[in-house]
T-cell receptor, first 112, second 113 residues
Framework: GDSVTQMEGPVTLSEEAFLTINCTYT??????LFWYVQYPGEGLQLLLK?????DKGSNKGFEATYRKETTSFHLEKGSVQVSDSAVYFC???????????FGQGTRLTINP | NAGVTQTPKFQVLKTGQSMTLQCAQD?????MSWYRQDPGMGLRLIHY???????DQGEVPNGYNVSRSTTEDFPLRLLSAAPSQTSVYFC????????????FGEGSRLTVL
């Protein structure tokens, strides 16, 4: 079945560092891909998405490119801030499926 | 704009007790779902609904019931709570009849003793 694998956390960085959180997926069809973010004590919220190969999703300085050849959707940000501290989830939705499949989440902590 | 509202935010139960987690959305979304979040396991789908009167099982449905009598409400019932159901529960909705972009509630933390 469909699955999503994220890099193990937690990840700790200093402010203004470059961020990469790896995400790879397995799907039988051509899924849509998502990154969700969960701030402390809150529900998840959509950060960005891509619906087809080579699409780039971007929001709040974060970017991720849908790479079909490597089945990846890595999240990147050029200069992180303390306010980016959160748990990040990669997810996919296969066409016709009625659910999102989530990775296990990566906890990110940014130190000033 | 309230979005997705879950109640209660915290609940402690004893093994064998029953309870209902409430979920309401005011966005007229057709799709609603319940997930549970456990450490190291991401979110797993319990049940979902693509419209009023229609529900279906997700990945981990055992021990839970749902119903969808209105577009707005999607309650999750625990029939006989077990310690394995200790978790954080999230309700989420989407405008389309598929998950697409999900809008999440703030979660309900349940502890079963």
């Amino acid at each position: 079945g469909d699955s999503v694998t994220q890099m193990e956390g937690p990840v700790t960085l200093s402010e203004e560092a470059f961020l990469t959180i790896n995400c790879t997926y397995t799907a039988t069809g051509y899924p849509s891909l998502f990154w969700y973010v969960q701030y402390p004590g809150e529900g998840l919220q959509l950060l960005l998405k891509a619906t087809k190969a080579d699409d780039k999703g971007s929001n709040k300085g974060f970017e991720a490119t849908y790479r079909k050849e490597t089945t990846s959707f890595h999240l990147e940000k050029g200069s992180v801030q303390v306010s980016d501290s959160a748990v990040y989830f990669c997810a996919l939705s296969d066409k016709g499926a009625q659910k999102l499949v989530f990775g296990q989440g990566t906890r990110l902590t940014i130190n000033p | 704009n309230a979005g997705v509202t879950q109640t209660p935010k915290f609940q402690v139960l004893k093994t064998g007790q029953s309870m209902t987690l409430q979920c309401a959305q005011d966005m007229n979304h057709e799709y609603m779902s319940w997930y549970r979040q456990d450490p190291g396991m991401g979110l797993r789908l319990i049940h979902y609904s693509v419209g009023a009167g229609i529900t279906d099982q997700g990945e981990v449905p055992n021990g839970y019931n749902v119903s969808r009598s209105t577009t707005e409400d999607f309650p999750l019932r625990l029939l006989s709570a077990a310690p394995s159901q200790t978790s954080v529960y999230f309700c989420a909705s989407s405008v389309n009849r598929g998950p697409g972009e999900l809008f999440f509630g703030e979660g309900s933390r349940l502890t079963v003793l």
